[in-house]
């Protein structure tokens, strides 16, 4: 198993910036992928970052050139870096990891609580 918890969720102004993390723990070394998401009031849960093993990235359209996604080497701690926040960054953003279930052979996805991103005036 692998456990999740964010952090670093809050009230920006636009324009502002926020960093979140999530930290794993549990079977970290099982690990293919992580990701972010978001879920705005409404709407369906989105991919906006995602690192894989060799720490290849890719992002959504709308945020990049705004939003940075890195990890540590040991998949402990991954990081969305947003810049630029824009109201419609408004939601609660999920961090996710892709493991690899030894016993099962099978991939799992795996979700943190998440944690609410604010932008407002």
């Known amino acids: 198993q692998v456990q999740l918890v964010e952090s670093g969720g809050g009230l920006v102004q636009p324009g502002g910036s926020l960093r979140l993390s999530c930290a794993a723990s549990g079977s970290i070394s099982n690990i293919n992928a992580m990701g972010w998401y978001r879920q705005a009031p409404g709407k369906q849960r989105e991919l906006v970052a995602h690192?894989?093993?060799?720490?290849?990235?890719n992002y959504a359209d709308s945020v990049k050139g705004r939003f940075t996604i890195s990890r540590d080497n040991a998949w402990n701690t991954m990081y969305l870096q947003m810049n630029g926040l824009k109201p419609e960054d408004t939601a609660v953003y999920y961090c996710?990891?892709?493991?690899?279930?030894?016993?099962?052979?099978?991939?799992?996805?795996?979700w943190g609580q998440g944690t609410q991103v604010t932008v407002s005036s």
């Open positions: 690192i894989t093993r060799d720490s290849s990235t």
């Open positions: 996710n990891a892709d493991v690899w279930l030894t016993t099962l052979q099978v991939p799992y996805d795996y």
